[in-house]
């Protein structure tokens, strides 16, 4: 069985639904209410479990009741937790979302156990990144973290698949020793320093960031799917059309579901297909991780899309 790890963040979310974005000082109505795991290192992971990936999970908890619900959701979805650490003075990271009647997000995260996440930490997990497949790394952790993993899993010869997301500029030091990079539009703009808003400016961003280092850079492109560079060639691989009820985790379904494609060695064009499938199959549910798609769901909106 293909096997990941994901080294990154854990939440619980908060999720308010709202008819509309209240301005600074208003209180408004709204609702539902629903709680679930969050965090794209949690989304990431469980994404990947669902598809059939053989999943650990690097990240921290609080010794708090959040933290004993996002453990049990971890376990419930088949995730290996022995490299979820708790600490006992922090608390379990949560992210408080606003969704809109557009399916338009809001969100402000309290990192909490998430910020403790420590080079040690990885260090006391390098069996289990080093015995990966692929290593799934995000940016909701500190960057000595982010670093340390990445690098163990470089040296280790474990493919390495960085989502830059939440944005923010990186080393070339770390970039080049990325396989994969995935960020969307607005984060390679902030790390490249370039506009990627049309197809045409993501492949020169894309391509600033071949030459600083990155083996292949995958931008997602919302609705119209991702942007494939690597050396020698671009392709722009088209998203699914389909009815977007809530886009939070849009990016954590494409990432996990790449890191499944790409540790089952499925041809790179063939993974972001796949990718953007999954994605697609996402948006259409309210929720995060709780969105995640199944293989056997996947399976068959691609036989129906083809
Ligand atoms: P993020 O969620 O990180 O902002 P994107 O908006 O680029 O990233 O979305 C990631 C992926 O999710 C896209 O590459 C695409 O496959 C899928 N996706 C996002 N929005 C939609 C949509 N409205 N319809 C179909 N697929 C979507």
Do not use: W
Request: charged share 15%; glycine share 10%; hydrophobic share 50%.
């Amino acid at each position: 069985m293909a096997k990941i790890t994901v080294v990154g963040s854990a939440n619980i979310d908060l999720v308010v639904r709202t008819p509309r974005m209240p301005v600074k000082g208003e209180t408004i109505l709204g609702g539902p209410f629903f709680s679930g795991p969050g965090g794209k290192g949690v989304n990431q992971a469980v994404g990947a479990a669902r598809l059939g990936g053989d999943v650990t999970m690097v990240a921290r908890l609080g010794q708090d009741q959040f933290g004993d619900t996002a453990a049990g959701n971890l376990r419930q979805e088949g995730i290996r937790l022995d490299c979820v650490y708790r600490s006992v003075d922090a608390h379990t990271g949560i992210a408080s979302i606003l969704v809109d009647s557009a399916g338009e997000n809001m969100i402000v995260v309290a990192s909490g156990a998430n910020a403790e996440l420590s080079p040690a930490d990885v260090e006391s997990s390098a069996d289990a990144i080093m015995a990966a497949d692929v290593i799934l790394v995000q940016l909701e952790s500190p960057m000595a973290t982010v670093q340390r993993a990445v690098e163990i899993a470089h040296q280790a010869g474990v493919t390495v698949l960085l989502n830059p997301a939440p944005g923010r500029p990186l080393a070339d030091a770390l970039l080049r020793q990325v396989d994969v990079l995935t960020p969307n539009q607005t984060e390679a703009q902030i790390i490249t320093g370039l506009v990627a808003g049309t197809p045409a400016e993501a492949e020169i961003a894309a391509r600033a960031l071949l030459k600083r280092g990155v083996g292949i850079v995958i931008i997602t492109l919302g609705a119209a799917g991702a942007l494939v560079v690597t050396a020698t060639r671009a392709e722009h691989v088209a998203g699914f059309t389909v009815d977007a009820v809530d886009t939070t985790g849009a990016g954590d379904a494409f990432n996990g579901a790449l890191a499944v494609a790409l540790s089952e060695r499925q041809p790179l064009a063939h993974a972001v297909t796949f990718a953007n499938a999954v994605a697609a199959l996402q948006v259409t549910r309210q929720g995060a991780a709780a969105a995640m798609p199944r293989r056997s769901e996947v399976e068959a909106f691609l036989l129906g899309a083809g």
